[in-house]
């Protein structure tokens, strides 16, 4: 069932970030762009969850822990850069 | 033959005793220097019955045996004889100088530099190998630089101590290459191999250069023209400093050497057409030049020159008896000129001046002084019953003994007959000019005998130049002998040591020169005056000269390299690649393979879609650079996911980081930048930058296509096979950083501690100009963020230990957890604001690296304890709970090192940025 289900989410998730990067290249806004990228993280973060149960490696859910960690970080400065102009207050 | 190694060694213990105790008074440091002299000739005294013997004393301990540098010493009759001059002549001036030195001189500081030179010299002497001489003869070089600027406030001590470090310097990397060709032909840098090597040597087809760049280093070091010049110039130093170095030993350091390798170097056409022609014209003008100086140094520095070049054409002139003269006058010059200088140094220091035209009638008020320097005088002018008598007259008869060309033959019993001449001028007029000739001129003071044992080391050489002149063969006969058997490896020729050889040819030229030079200076004192003579050093015009044209150069190579432009830098970096990389390449061919393709899969199409992407919008968005950082963002995230997709979790994971913590440096950077980049001015630059560019991403690619197909076991099975058993780590990528290259790694958190700590440098107390994007908004609190960060600091905190403790065996290690804890605290700055980063100053991250390069130093120490070479793991394992085996490597220890430092750099350039900020009032 599991290996059935996987190449129809890696596939969802591939579209998931081409359609992301759509939107990061397309804007409009400063903001959509940022969004994307953020998206764009997501998406690597569950494709990696999704690789690692398809081939059975533990290290794929690390490279995917250290991106639900630390991944949203970029996200916040160049939210605070567009908002602010300041990065650390 | 422990007193070989202890004999060198003493003066260097003197200097760094006298330079660790600096307030030490004048007597108490020249005590140490003293006694560190005196303790060594006495070793050099145990030494000589043996030498005598004609044995060869040797002392060896290997140093870098791979590049044939060994310690060794070895002392044969010529080493001796030049180890008594240094260590004798180095007695007397340690107590000159003692009366010498004014209140205002630091003492100690003098007689450690006096001592590490006499140790330096000595060096040269006793030296066994080729490359440790030049080792020596260099630290002779640097310590005759800091003596002669010893009174460093004076304009003129520092201009004289840089050029003639220059110019010996210069001579000293001329030797090394002559050294290095030598020890080529020979097969080894020994000094008893290349002496018995002579034959082959001279048979080489690389003898000449290696003769050229060795006689280059000679004569700089010996001040033989052209390259004299530095010498006059050196007499800004301390007279005891003229006396020892620039009269009795380091400038025959040239002449040591030319005599040292005689028996490998001498004996051909080359030998007698490089030698002669610079000794005789050396001596020549150096003689002419002497007796037109206006100062008492500058007279006797000439002269000095002068004698060097007749001991260089001596040795050039090649027979066994033109040995025994340039021997003999070696020993002879270090006498009497010594005593000159010394003299010379009580007259400045009794009347405050050394200019002839000012100097006159001392006669009157410093009688014993004027007496000692007359018969010094007298010596070097080559008077009967004097020392310089009976080396000249061997001398001259040398010199008509000449065969060579015919024009040779005249030339070089001509010069020597005009020197001649000038010498005895010279030598009366530093006689009749000082003490004669008139009254003083306009001294500050009336001048009186000095203290008594100032004058002492001038009588005891004095008394030498007696004694030899009138008992030669029972006074310097044996020591001469030594020093001609230790020339020649071999017997002494008969020669014979008397006063009177009868009337013949030399005794003529030498009353020729007597007669001549009294007519001379009285004839040039009466027509012309020699006082009204002003004379500039044309040496030092044609140095300064050249020394402008060389920083000229260098700053036009510089401003075409270093414009400011970082366009330009970039250019020429990938430039650079481009051309070093790609000759391989387009040479060898890339030689791609032909390995089974494996499936991309959707992951990879994806991931190659989001690159290319990526890379697009960054060219179409260059100049918005906002959105370039976002573009960048998706590069990396791209890179990261080929990582993955290509096994590589190592990489990935730190991919992931270093892409993290880039964008939030950029964007603290960017905040004071303009927000869009000017537009290219020149459309063909651009299109330039294209090409390179091209170039190199196509070079980039061409390579990682070769690498994926070659076979992928050529090295790695080595690396798999080892890092268990050797390396004590499953993690081969972590052994191999922190063990197989633990020094590129050591060197890189170096490099990376450095750039952390430039960036620190060039912030501090610096105000940014903020940009023009958005005006600064008033912080409002970020609950969310705020509760989120503090619930993530200490996961992060956990996840960093762990990442570091499994790194020896599972994808991990210390960069990877200094990058995770310094994006936790990251985190925390931006939901509180920059006081989480520390103190304001970035002194906590300072230390951070600073302990960090200590740890790792010190790991690597470390391995010493296990016996294994610095850096080399050693391994038992300890049971940690939860985490597992955690290997207690010393390599961990190193690791550890590592982690402190990427994290402490990383957070000091948040700090320092964040700062900035502070500073701009974007509070």
Partial sequence: MTAAVLPFVVGALALAMLLSLLRLLRGPGIADRVLALDTLYVCTLALLVVLGIQWRDGVYFEAALLIGLLGFIGTVALGRYVERGKVIG | ?923
């Fill in chain 2, 1 to 923: 033959m422990t007193a070989l190694p202890l004999l060198l060694a003493l003066p260097f213990v003197a200097a760094l005793a006298l330079a660790a105790l600096p307030r030490l008074s004048r007597t108490a440091a020249a005590l140490v220097a003293g006694a560190a002299t005196l303790g060594g000739l006495a070793l050099l005294g145990g030494m000589a019955g043996a030498v005598a013997d004609g044995e060869v004393l040797r002392f060896k301990l290997d140093w870098l045996p791979s590049l044939g540098l060994a310690f060794s010493l070895r002392v044969d009759g010529l080493a001796w004889m030049f180890a008594a001059i240094v260590l004798g002549i180095g007695a007397l001036v340690v107590l000159y100088a003692r009366w010498y030195l004014a209140d205002e001189d630091p003492p100690a500081r003098f007689f450690a530099m006096l001592s590490l030179f006499m140790g330096a010299m000595l060096g040269v002497t006793l030296a066994g190998n080729l490359l440790l001489l030049v080792v020596f003869w260099e630290l002779t070089s640097i310590s005759s630089f800091l003596l002669i600027g010893f009174w460093h406030r004076r304009a003129d001590a520092r201009a004289g101590a840089r050029m003639a470090l220059t110019i010996t310097g210069m001579g000293g990397l001329c030797l090394l290459a002559g050294v290095l060709l030598i020890g080529r032909i020979a097969g080894s840098f020994e000094l008893d191999v290349v002496l018995a090597a002579g034959e082959a040597i001279r048979a080489h087809a690389l003898y000449e250069p290696a003769l050229a760049l060795v006689l280059l280093g000679a004569f700089t070091k010996s001040a033989q023209f052209p390259f004299h010049s530095w010498l006059p110039h050196a007499m800004a130093a301390p007279t005891p400093v003229s006396a020892y170095l620039h009269s009795a030993t380091m400038v025959k350091a040239g002449v040591f050497l030319i005599a040292r390798l005689h028996p490998a170097l001498a004996g051909s056409e080359a030998w007698f057409w490089m030698v002669v022609p610079v000794g005789l014209a050396t001596l020549v003008v150096g003689a002419a030049l002497a007796l037109v100086q206006q100062d008492l140094k500058g007279l006797l520095a000439y002269s000095t020159i002068s004698h060097l070049g007749l001991i260089t054409l001596l040795f050039g002139l090649d027979t066994e008896l033109a040995v025994v003269a340039g021997v003999f006058h070696i020993l002879n010059h270090a006498t009497f000129k010594a005593s000159l200088f010394m003299a010379a140094g009580i007259i400045d220091h009794e009347t405050g001046s050394r200019d002839f035209r000012r100097l006159n009638g001392l006669w009157k008020h410093m009688p014993v002084t004027g007496a000692l320097a007359i018969v010094a005088s007298l010596a070097m002018a080559g008077v009967p019953l004097l020392n310089g008598f009976l080396s000249k007259e061997m001398f001259l008869a040398e010199t008509l003994a000449t065969e060579s060309h015919a024009l040779m033959e005249f030339l070089v019993p001509a010069g020597a007959l005009v020197a001649g001449i000038f010498a005895v001028a010279y030598s009366l007029r530093f006689v009749h000019d000082v003490f004669f000739n008139g009254e003083p001129v306009g001294l500050d003071r009336v001048p009186h005998e000095p203290p008594r044992f100032m004058r002492v080391p001038v009588e005891v050489l004095v008394v030498l130049c007696l004694v030899v002149g009138m008992f030669p063969q029972h006074t310097i006969g044996p020591l001469l002998a030594l020093g001609v058997q230790g020339v020649l490896q071999g017997p002494a020729p008969e020669y014979k040591l008397a006063i009177w050889h009868g009337f013949n040819l030399p005794l003529a030229l030498s009353a020729i020169g007597l007669v001549g030079g009294v007519a001379l200076y009285f004839g040039l004192q009466r027509g012309i005056n020699l006082h009204r003579i002003e004379r500039a050093s044309t040496g030092k015009r044609v140095f300064d000269a050249l020394v402008r044209r060389l920083v000229d150069l260098a700053r036009r190579v510089t401003r075409a390299l270093e414009n400011g432009s970082l366009q330009r830098y970039l250019l020429l970096l990938v430039l650079a690649a481009v051309v070093l990389g790609g000759a391989p390449l387009l040479e060898a061919g890339p030689g791609f393979g032909d390995p089974p393709g494996t499936p991309a899969g959707i992951a990879g199409w994806l991931a190659l879609a989001l690159l290319v992407a990526g890379v697009l919008a960054v060219l179409r968005w260059y100049r918005e650079r906002l959105l370039a950082v976002i573009a960048v963002g998706v590069v990396g995230l791209a890179v990261s996911l080929l990582f993955v997709l290509l096994s590589a979790p190592d990489l990935a994971l730190t991919q992931l980081l270093v892409e993290v913590a880039s964008v939030l440096l950029i964007l603290l950077a960017l905040r004071f930048l303009p927000q869009q980049s000017p537009p290219e001015r020149r459309r063909g630059r651009a299109w330039l930058h294209g090409v390179v560019a091209g170039a190199f991403g196509a070079g980039v690619a061409t390579a990682v296509y070769a690498v994926l197909t070659r076979p992928t076991r050529s090295i790695s099975d080595y690396f798999l096979r080892t890092t268990v058993p050797e390396g004590g780590g499953a993690n081969a990528v972590n052994v191999i950083i922190v063990d197989y290259r633990g020094f590129d790694t050591l060197g890189e958190i170096a490099v990376f501690g450095i750039a952390g700590l430039l960036l620190h440098a060039l912030l501090r107390g610096r105000a940014g100009v903020p940009g023009t994007l958005v005006p600064p908004q008033p912080a409002r609190p970020a609950f969310l963020l705020q509760v989120s960060a503090q619930v993530l600091l200490p996961l992060a905190i956990a996840v960093s230990l762990y990442l570091f403790l499994r790194g020896h065996n599972a994808p991990g290690g210390g960069f990877i957890a200094g990058l995770v804890l310094a994006l936790g605290v990251a985190l925390q700055a931006l939901a509180a604001g920059r006081e989480a980063l520390g103190a304001p100053d970035g002194r906590t991250w300072q230390a951070w690296i600073a302990w960090g390069l200590v740890v790792a130093t010190l790991g690597g120490i470390g391995s010493f304890l296990f016996g294994h070479p610095f850096l080399t793991s050693s391994t038992p394992y300890v049971d940690l709970p939860l985490v597992g085996a955690v290997p207690f490597a010393s390599a961990t220890v190193f690791d550890t090192g590592v982690y402190l430092v990427v994290a402490g750099a990383t957070l000091l350039m948040l700090a320092m940025l964040a700062r900035v900020h502070a500073q701009a009032g974007d509070r």
